[in-house]
């Protein structure tokens, strides 16, 4: 590993352990030629996982893409940074326990609307608006009414 400061090519780790996540490892490294401290993240690479769109398109799963929808979705709503990126990891974890190669982009909004509704109703109601592309007001109301009814 080459030092991100010096560009030496001497380090060695000093200290490993599972990172926050527990989906990757945490190594606290020092440069033998500088002295300097830096700290990497050693993951696991997985056989890339094909998302095909409702369009019949097939691109590689995005992680971000969930993200960014889950976060449109907790807007302006009480819900931290840290229950969204724990959301945002149950979803991929869900997402490749499954072991298939390829998955429909509605089974992943499937996934996605089942962690929200447990951990926020109007982000759930936000996120299925958009996702089930709710045409009128009859349809929302339909969605409300299922909740209501819980």
Known sequence: MKCPFCGGEDTRVI??????????????RVCDSCGKRFTTYEKIE?????VIK???????????KIEAGILRACHK??????????LVDD????????GAKEINSSDIGEIVMAHLKDL??????????????FKDVNTFMDEL?????K
Do not use: C
């Open 15 to 28: 200290d490993s352990r599972p990172a926050e996540d527990n989906n990757s490892i945490r190594r606290r």
């Open 46 to 50: 997985t056989i890339p996982l094909i």
């Open 54 to 64: 409702k369009d019949d398109n097939r691109e590689q799963f995005d992680r971000s």
């Open 77 to 86: 709503r009480p819900i931290s940074a840290g229950q969204i990126n724990a």
């Open 91 to 98: 979803v991929e974890n869900e997402v490749f326990n499954l």
């Open 120 to 133: 926020d109703q109007v982000a759930y109601v936000r996120f299925a608006s958009v996702y089930r592309e």
């Open 145 to 149: 009414k299922k909740i209501l009814d």
